[in-house]
């Protein structure tokens, strides 16, 4: 997803595994660009400089498509669950399943407890090679199909926020873990109190245009 950068950008205090660097949650950038910002900007503790050899790819560009010949993850199967993977992924911060357990991982979303009469795609997590033990094993989930969903050009807040808004437990929807996903307090915080799609998606442009900025200090490719 070099195509696009999108979300917020991480804050210092929600610094993790998941997240290390003040960079938004689609970066936009090729391994070797953001090893390249990585250097540029000294993010290295103790001054560290990595010793880069970047074998540059020809005739390659920022709207390329690509198929992996080898799946990066048993839950990443195909184009499409890479595609809405920065989308969907936000899920795993809450009580639904994303798919794990199923041959729909990142394409699908859903909970025994949302309502069946406006979410009603069904599928039933199983054990398999990505989810030994899954969320919700063997029972039935309702939730949405987005396998027919169109390449994104920018992260899609609807999804989560549909499900927020139907789900009969609100104070459960958020884990923890949604804060190490999105890098801050303030997205969680935004759709508890109402806030429109627009009205995050707005808040997030100051940052992603000083982000943007430096990150074409970086690029290789146009």
């Known amino acids: 997803n070099i195509h696009y950068i999108d979300g917020p950008v991480l804050e210092p205090e ?6 290390m660097h003040p960079i938004p949650v689609v970066h936009g950038m090729t391994i070797a660009e953001y090893a390249k910002m990585i250097n540029g900007q000294g993010w290295l503790s103790n001054q560290l400089k990595c010793k880069l050899e970047i ?3 020809a005739n390659y560009n920022r709207k390329t498509t690509y198929s992996l010949p080898i799946n990066p993850s048993p839950n990443l199967p195909n184009d499409q669950s890479i595609n809405l993977y920065p989308s969907v992924c936000f899920f795993e911060g809450t009580p639904l399943s994303e798919g794990r357990g199923t041959t729909m991982q990142f394409q699908v979303f859903g909970s025994p407890e949302l309502p069946q009469e406006h979410f009603p795609f069904t599928f039933t997590p199983m054990p398999n090679e990505g989810a030994k033990n899954p969320k919700f094993n063997g029972q039935v989930c309702y939730g949405k199909d987005l396998r027919e969903a169109p390449r994104q050009e920018q992260l899609n807040l609807s999804w989560l926020m549909d499900a927020y808004t139907h789900y009969p437990k609100k104070e459960a929807f958020f884990t923890n873990f949604f804060t190490t996903l999105s890098g ?7 759709i508890e109190n109402g806030k429109s799609e627009a009205e995050i998606r707005e808040s997030w442009q100051d940052d992603l245009k000083a982000y943007d900025s430096m990150r074409k200090n970086y690029m290789i490719y146009p």
């Not at 929600?14 to 997240?19: D, L, Q, R, Y």
Request: proline share 0%.
């Open 184 to 190: 801050t307090k303030k997205l969680q915080q935004a």
């Open 14 to 19: 929600f610094k993790s595994f998941v997240g």
């Open 55 to 57: 074998v540059e790819v």
